[in-house]
Each structure stands twice: as structure tokens, then as C-alpha cells.
């Protein structure tokens, strides 16, 4: 085992002892030390309920023959942090998170790990960190939010973001906007839609680095707690059976994941974090692919934010399993192992579909005949940009450009209603080293969509989306504008055209002949966190991860 390192042997009697004083005796420390790692943190209901789970895996752990060793890591809760600086630290706390797995089970030796995870860049990180480990081990999602309810119509947290737009609009009053958030977010859980929590739960699904159908359960049902019981026996399986996490992140399952994105809908974060995760594993996986996946794939889920259910509504309908026997059908996923100890297409076997489920359609005859991304390139973007088609069936958009240098003023032009039926909308400096950070434009989009100008403008970024954004948009324009990109050369005015058939995004403006325009609102950080991310972080277009490429051993 790799912990006897620091448990077997004369000198290893320093780190007995210091074991000893938690509690563990001989018959403890001789088994295999397996790490329980979570999220929690009540700031959010995104990670409350990981203490209450993670007992349950120790449980599970104990009961396989392991001995359980317990550790918590940071979340920033994008919800809470959107449209302030905050915001900034969201995409760096991935890092930030992975490190500290490894760091934790590196420096203490440990066996295996099962990783509970819950808000949007914790389940990332926990794929992230498993392939850099390559330790036997799984994750498991603390689960979806209960949708919320304002009369009588569902509602979550996008909601909410559209609400402040239609309350600036004067569409709604103070009261109808208070009574909307008290309302929409009933208890634990992680934003309901298939917003990027939910997106990249079915993604570590579908990489087999989380067992079939145990995501999909919602963070209030009873099962939760024997699911994550399961992972910790499962867990001490593993260690047993010396099975790794590297072998589950091949190619097929990285595609298979991003298939299963696409057929739903989900996040453009789903694009960065899986470049990272095959970055982490030394998987080649290029941004390319998610172009001719998505030409390829149907969606097939009426989920939000461009359909009308929720990640609970698609698991009582049959949930990833019977999304799977749908991509099956259509020879769109490929058989790959899974932690479960089942290759995929056997857990598939045991989807069983609710009669008269609305949430989960056939390939043959899906929601939209092409999936939810675009990848671009052109004069704006040469080294490529994602567009996100949720919600909408335009694949073209022309306009002027309204530029803005940074999300605030922005958001303030919105607020004063300044944007117009045919804008570009175009934020720019919010990159990965330009915000720092890569900032989501939920509040913009929201307030725009709130305001009844969704299907009307268009938007484009080098900073990124939240999953819960729909309309026309398009993110991780790169190179960035801190980085000398041409998006720092834009001009109000300018004329824009977006063609994801023809997968540009230009300007007809001479781009090559003006100075970069683009210039931080306030001075970048020098010291910190961020300025860390800063310095290290690669493009949008390869994940935007601090990790080096990881070789395969």
C-alpha cells in the first residue's frame, strides 16, 4: 500500500503516534488509508449537505475493511459571486482546489480518495485532481436544489438573475422581485437547471470517474446517503484491486462526456473543464472536437435554461441512464470502463423510463437537431471562441458593436437600458489573465434576457458564460484582449457577424491597423491568488488550467 510510507517500519513510529492521537489504533492504521474529501461550507446550498454524506462514505469505507482519513477543501459559490469581484476567484478556486487533493493525499500517502463535490468548479477539480493522482478513486456530487416555487410556476436560481432584469425594466415591482428570491431556493442542493453543476455531474458520469446514476439522485432524497455509503465500500474496492483513476479518462470517455453535454444542453464550462481534465490525464482532446460533436449530436433533453425541467425533473424520468440508452441507440457514445466496476453500456442496460416522461426525447426525434455549442474562429477570435446556442435555433447574427471594457460597465449600460434590438454586445478584459479570472456574464445576460432583449442582441466575451445563460452568446474569445487580442481593437460601431455554419466570428474593421483600445478598469493584482492564476493560467482554448501536460505512465 502506498501509505505504509509513512505507517510501517521502526522509523516510521513519529507518524503512528501522530496517528494514534486521532484515535486510530494498530488494526486501523494497518488498513488502507482511504481519503473522504469534501466541499462543505454553509455559505451556500450548494456543499451543505457534504458533512452529512461524507459520514455516510467513512461509514462506507469502514464496512469495506478502510480506514477513513477526512479532509475539507474551499468552494466559491458562483451564485453569491456572480457580478461582483468575487467573481474572479471562482475559475482560479479550481485550481486552487485540485492542489489541494493532491497536496493532501500526497503529503499524507494515502491510499485512495472519494471526493464529494457539489458547486460548479468543485466537481472539475475533483476529475482534475483524481487524474493527476491516478490513485484508486471516485467522486461523488452532493446533488441537485428542489426547484423553488413562485406561483404556481417552478422556478431556480436563473430566475432570480432574470428577475433584477425585468425589475430594472419596470416590468416588476420591489415586492414581485422579493417574493421571486425568497422563493427559489428551497434548500441544499446545487442550481437546479442544467446549468454547469449539473452539467459536469453528468460529465464525470459519462467519464466513468463517477458512478452511473448515484449524480442524478438530488441532494434532499433519502437515497443520497446509502449512494455515498456505496462509493466508500466501492472506494476500498478499488484500493484492493490497484484499478486507478487514469483508467477511466481515455479519449472515448472524455468524447462520450462531452457528447452527453451536448445532448443536454449544458454549460459552456463544460469545454474548459473537460480540456482540463484530459490535460490533467495526458489525453489529447482539442477544442475542435466539441464543433463536430455538436454538429453531430442532437439535443434531446428539454431541460433548462432554454427548456422548461430541471436536473430532479430528468432524474424521475429516468435520469443519465436512460439518456445513455438514447446515445446508444444512435451509435453517439462508445462501451468504456467506469468506477462502478460495470462497463458503461451494461450500467445503461439498467435504464428504466417513466411512462409519460417529457424530459428525455429520442436522436430520432430530439428537442433540436444540433447540439448547444459552436467553435468559431475569425479576425475576433483566431485562436477560437465557444458559442453557446441554448435557447435558440439562430445560427447567425449580425450587428453593431457596443463595446465595454469590463463586466460593471456593462452591466450599468444594461441597467440604464442602453442596449438596443441589433447590438454585439462586447465585454472585453474579463479573460483568464485580463479579469484575472474569467469572470461568467450571468448578470448581464440575465438583465438582458429580463428586459426581453434574449432573442434580439447578441454578446460576445473573452470571459465566459454561467450554465444558467441562454440567447446568443458567444465566450472564451481568444486571444484575449490583456493578451494584445483583436477584441481589444473593437470600436463602438463596428459591424459584427457571428456564423456558427461557417464557424467565424468577424469583422469587416481593420483590425490589424488599430491600436489595442483595450485597458484594465482598475490596476491587476500583483501579489495573491489571482496574480498566481494569473501568471500560469493557459488559454480558453487549451482549458484554462495551471497544470502542466501530464504524460501517461
Not at 517500519?9 to 494497518?30: E, Q, Y
Not at 485540485?98 to 463535490?117: F, K, M, N, T
Not at 448515484?214 to 484492493?240: F, H, S, T, Y
Not at 454585439?424 to 428586459?451: F, K, S, W
Request: hydrophobic fraction near 45%; include cysteine.
Amino acid at each position: 500500500m502506498q501509505s505504509d510510507a509513512i505507517k510501517t517500519g521502526p522509523d516510521r513510529a513519529p507518524a503512528r503516534a501522530m496517528l494514534r492521537a486521532t484515535g486510530l489504533d494498530d488494526a486501523a492504521i494497518a488498513k488502507p488509508l482511504v481519503a473522504v474529501i469534501h466541499n462543505w461550507s454553509d455559505v451556500s446550498p450548494c456543499n451543505i449537505n457534504h458533512r452529512e454524506l461524507a459520514a455516510e462514505v467513512r461509514a462506507g469505507i469502514e464496512a469495506a475493511g478502510g480506514t477513513p482519513i477526512e479532509f475539507n477543501t474551499i468552494a466559491v459559490t458562483d451564485g453569491i459571486a456572480m457580478g461582483t469581484p468575487g467573481m474572479r476567484a471562482s475559475l482560479a478556486s479550481r485550481e486552487v482546489i485540485a492542489d489541494s487533493i493532491e497536496l493532501a493525499v500526497r503529503g499524507h500517502c494515502l491510499d485512495g480518495l472519494v471526493v464529494l463535490c457539489g458547486c460548479d468548479k468543485t466537481i472539475p477539480a475533483a476529475a482534475m485532481a483524481l487524474a493527476r493522482l491516478d490513485l484508486p478513486g471516485l467522486m461523488l456530487y452532493g446533488g441537485s436544489i428542489l426547484p423553488g416555487c413562485h406561483k404556481d410556476q417552478a422556478t431556480t436560481i436563473q430566475d432570480v438573475f432574470e428577475a433584477v432584469g425585468a425589475h430594472a425594466a419596470g416590468k416588476i415591482d420591489d415586492e414581485e422581485l422579493a417574493a421571486i428570491e425568497k422563493t427559489a431556493c428551497p434548500g441544499a442542493g446545487a442550481c437546479g437547471g442544467q446549468f454547469t453543476a449539473n452539467t459536469m455531474a453528468l460529465a464525470s458520469t459519462f467519464l466513468g470517474l463517477a458512478p452511473m446514476g448515484l449524480n442524478d439522485i438530488p441532494a434532499p432524497d433519502p437515497a443520497k446517503k446509502p449512494a455515498a455509503r456505496w462509493c466508500g465500500e466501492r472506494a476500498v474496492q478499488m484500493v484492493k484491486e490497484g484499478i486507478n483513476a487514469r483508467q477511466f479518462i481515455t479519449a472515448e470517455s472524455v468524447r462520450n462526456a462531452a457528447v452527453a453535454v451536448t445532448a443536454t444542453a449544458g454549460s459552456t464550462n463544460a469545454i474548459l473543464h473537460l480540456l482540463a481534465i484530459a490535460r490533467e490525464a495526458g489525453v489529447e482532446f482539442d477544442i475542435d472536437q466539441f464543433d463536430s460533436i455538436s454538429r453531430d449530436t442532437p439535443v434531446i433533453t428539454d431541460l433548462k435554461p432554454g427548456g422548461r425541467f430541471m436536473a430532479p425533473d430528468m432524474y424521475l424520468a429516468g435520469g443519465s441512464r436512460l439518456l445513455g440508452e438514447r446515445l446508444r441507440a444512435a451509435g453517439k457514445i462508445v462501451d468504456q470502463p467506469t468506477v462502478s466496476g460495470n462497463p458503461l453500456f451494461s450500467e445503461i442496460d439498467r435504464a428504466e423510463e417513466t411512462p409519460k416522461q417529457k424530459v428525455i426525447y429520442s436522436c430520432e426525434a430530439p428537442v433540436k437537431a444540433r447540439g448547444g455549442f459552436g467553435i468559431c474562429y475569425g479576425n475576433i477570435a483566431p485562436e477560437g471562441c465557444v458559442v453557446k446556442l441554448a435557447g435558440h435555433d439562430a445560427l447567425r447574427f449580425e450587428g453593431r458593436a457596443r463595446v465595454f471594457n469590463g463586466e460593471e460597465a456593462c452591466f450599468a449600460a444594461v441597467q440604464r437600458r442602453e442596449i438596443v434590438a441589433g447590438d454585439v454586445v462586447v465585454i472585453r478584459g474579463e479573460g483568464p489573465v485580463g479579469g484575472p479570472g474569467m469572470r461568467e456574464m450571468l448578470a448581464v445576460t440575465a438583465a438582458l434576457v429580463g428586459q426581453g432583449l434574449g432573442g434580439d442582441i447578441a454578446l460576445i466575451t473573452d470571459g465566459r458564460f454561467s450554465g444558467a445563460t441562454y440567447g446568443f452568446m458567444v465566450g472564451h474569445i481568444c486571444p484575449e484582449a490583456a493578451l494584445g487580442g483583436p477584441i481589444g481593437r473593437l470600436r463602438d460601431g463596428d459591424r459584427i457577424v457571428i456564423d456558427v455554419e461557417a464557424r467565424t466570428l468577424s469583422t469587416d474593421a481593420d483590425l490589424a491597423s488599430r491600436p489595442n483600445e483595450w485597458s484594465p478598469p482598475s490596476p491587476p493584482p500583483r501579489s495573491g491568488a489571482l496574480a498566481k492564476f494569473a501568471a500560469a493560467v493557459s488559454s480558453a482554448s487549451t482549458g484554462a488550467s495551471t497544470a502542466f501536460p501530464a504524460p501517461r505512465f
